[in-house]
């Protein structure tokens, strides 16, 4: 009984037709503007992302012009001697290379001076020298003539062969003690500005191109000045380079 009044209610119920609403019906006006309430918007644009590609040039061939002189630089001590790895921070910065390619020289009055080193050497260059570049995957140093201290093919600074003015002098031991008798840290001892002369560069260039002798000669015990040159650590003690200019006086 209660099936039968079922399905006679379901019979009865009249289902709505969706007809009406067929797609070729339905019209949207179009709108440049779509307002809401009181706040009127523009339609948005379509967003357009176009990726950035950066390609870095690749050099096949790099030729030093005038009196410059392209170094492949030495790779930093990642480690102390002991062996303990060094954070990038505490990896001292370089100062030595291999030379790879030389410019054709400089004009001095109306002499043509040739660069005083060749492609393959060992060089070591002024600490704040030169212009760095990437070259074959590695770094490189493009540097003047000048900026080169000097040819070192070993490993230890008292080797060094200077070039150009440059002098190289073996530092002197700084005092252990006041004049009172305490005993210096090494924070508090002072820096000595004095020290033997190891080896002297064959001079500078005059006017006519030819090399000027230095005041200077090896054994000399030399005053120069307090913060000049360069600072290296030997196997035997402190060595600096600089130039002649630099030494202040001759000491008997």
């Known amino acids: 009984?209660?099936?039968?009044?079922?399905?006679?209610?379901?019979?009865?119920?009249?289902?709505?037709?969706?007809?009406?609403?067929?797609?070729?019906?339905?019209?949207?006006?179009?709108?440049?503007?779509?307002t809401i309430g009181n706040l009127s918007r523009k339609p948005f644009r379509p967003l357009v992302v176009k990726a950035a590609t950066v390609v870095?040039?690749?050099?096949?061939?790099?030729?030093?012009?005038?009196?410059?002189?392209?170094i492949k630089?030495?790779?930093?001590?990642?480690?102390t001697v002991g062996g303990i790895l060094l954070p990038s921070?505490?990896?001292?910065?370089?100062?030595?290379?291999?030379?790879?390619?030389?410019?054709e020289g400089k004009t001095v009055g109306k002499t043509n001076v040739a660069i005083s080193v060749q492609t393959g050497a060992q060089v070591v260059y002024?600490?704040?020298?030169?212009?760095?570049?990437?070259?074959?995957?590695?770094?490189?140093?493009?540097v003047k003539d000048d900026d080169i201290v000097g040819i070192l093919e070993t490993d230890d600074i008292k080797d060094l062969k200077p070039l150009n003015d440059r002098v190289l002098i073996k530092v002197a031991e700084a005092e252990e003690k006041t004049a009172g008798g305490?005993?210096?840290?090494?924070?508090?001892?002072?820096?000595?500005?004095?020290?033997?002369?190891?080896?002297?560069?064959?001079?500078?260039?005059?006017?006519?191109?030819?090399?000027?002798?230095?005041?200077?000669?090896?054994?000399?015990?030399?005053?120069y000045s307090k913060y000049a040159g360069n600072d290296f650590k030997g196997k035997d003690g402190d060595y600096i380079t600089l130039r002649v200019s630099d030494v202040m006086a001759v000491l008997s």
């Open 89 to 103: 921070t505490a990896q001292t910065k370089p100062q030595g290379g291999e030379v790879v390619a030389v410019g």
């Open 126 to 142: 002024s600490k704040y020298a030169g212009t760095e570049v990437e070259y074959d995957g590695t770094k490189h140093l493009i």
């Open 182 to 223: 305490l005993l210096l840290t090494e924070a508090t001892k002072e820096k000595p500005s004095i020290g033997t002369v190891i080896a002297v560069g064959p001079g500078p260039h005059d006017e006519e191109g030819n090399r000027k002798p230095l005041s200077v000669s090896p054994g000399n015990t030399v005053l």
């Open 1 to 34: 009984m209660a099936t039968a009044q079922l399905t006679a209610l379901a019979s009865s119920v009249s289902t709505p037709s969706f007809e009406a609403l067929r797609p070729s019906l339905l019209h949207f006006p179009s709108a440049r503007r779509v």
């Open 56 to 70: 870095a040039p690749k050099y096949t061939a790099i030729k030093p012009l005038g009196d410059r002189v392209l």
């Open 73 to 79: 630089i030495k790779e930093a001590e990642e480690k």
